[in-house]
């Protein structure tokens, strides 16, 4: 069973940085595209980055360009998502994603819990 575990969520303030990291357990990430997912109240879920198998691509949503990055460990068999300059807008629910290696993370094996990301002063 594939199982990830999301942490590093909290509270922010507005132009703060936060780090999450989705770790694997039971199956090495090495094999899978990862992504990071999050959901705002009221709102559907939406791709925020990801990063291939092999950690040589990476993609990322307009809205966190230039300050978000996702990174990988695989020794370490973790995933990483370093947000700066964090705003109001990206408060949500963060999941991190185990998708099909070469599916830039369209096609989505298996889910994390989540973690709550808030940015407020």
């Known amino acids: 069973q594939l199982q990830l575990v999301e942490s590093g969520g909290g509270l922010a303030q507005p132009g703060g940085s936060l780090r999450l990291s989705c770790a694997a357990s039971?199956?090495?990430?090495?094999?899978?595209?990862i992504g990071w997912f999050r959901q705002a109240p009221g709102k559907e879920r939406e791709g925020v980055s990801c990063?291939?198998?092999?950690?040589?691509?990476?993609k990322s949503a307009d809205s966190v360009k230039g300050r978000f990055t996702v990174s990988r460990d695989n020794a370490k068999n973790t995933v990483y998502l370093q947000m700066n300059s964090l705003k109001p807008e990206d408060t949500a629910v963060y999941y991190c994603?185990?998708?099909?290696?070469?599916?830039?993370?369209?096609?989505?094996?298996?889910w994390g819990q989540g973690t709550q990301v808030t940015v407020s002063s």
């Open positions: 990063i291939s198998s092999s950690g040589s691509m990476t």
């Open positions: 039971g199956f090495t990430l090495d094999y899978y595209d």
């Open positions: 994603a185990a998708g099909v290696s070469g599916s830039r993370c369209t096609i989505i094996r298996s």
